[in-house]
């Protein structure tokens, strides 16, 4: 599998995007030897979508947060703006802490594009869209868009 080097995860849908957007992991029914019937059990996503939800989960993850794992620089930075007026200082604050926490994974070789604008019809949402390149591939990712919400 061309992929493989971009890892296997878990899964993960999203549930609700009403205020905030919560994930659960995804199921799949599988066929289990000796077993009659499908089982249900977790999903898994591999390569290319891999890179895209492992980017979207950093971007997500306050920096910190995992420190008791033993992860102390995984994250972003970008719950520090919750409750920040949606101005070009904002979104341009937003690209910066985006493009310090893709600096993290090692999977990513380049930053493409990163496209932050406000929502239209909202003052408290800010639109992100990314496309990275992959290490060891030419074609893209591209992440997003997906809405990144300011008020507290």
Same mark, same amino acid.
């Given at each position: 599998?061309?992929?493989? *080097?971009?890892?296997? &995860? =878990? ?29 249900? &059990? @977790?999903?898994? =996503? ?8 492992? =980017?979207?989960?950093? @971007? ?5 947060? @995992? ?30 802490? =985006?493009?310090?926490?893709? *600096? %993290?994974?090692?999977?990513? %070789? ?17 639109? /992100?869209?990314?496309? /990275? %390149?992959? /290490? ?17």
């Amino acid at each position: 599998m061309p992929d493989q *080097q971009l890892l296997t &995860d =878990i899964r993960l849908r999203l549930q609700r995007n009403e205020l905030r957007a919560v994930y659960g992991v995804a199921t799949t029914m599988r066929r289990v030897p000796n077993v009659p019937r499908l089982r249900e &059990d @977790l999903a898994t =996503i591999t390569g290319r979508e891999n890179l895209g939800q492992a =980017i979207l989960l950093r @971007l997500l993850t306050p920096r910190g947060e @995992l420190s008791a794992l033993g992860h102390p620089t995984y994250g972003s930075r970008l719950h520090e703006l919750v409750g920040r007026q949606n101005t070009a200082t904002t979104r341009n604050l937003v690209r910066l802490h =985006i493009l310090e926490s893709l *600096q %993290q994974e090692v999977r990513v %070789q380049e930053v493409i594009d990163l496209t932050v604008t406000p929502t239209p019809g909202t003052r408290d949402r800010i639109d /992100v869209e990314l496309t /990275v %390149q992959p /290490v060891g591939f030419s074609a893209t990712v591209t992440i997003g868009p997906f809405v990144l919400e300011l008020a507290p």
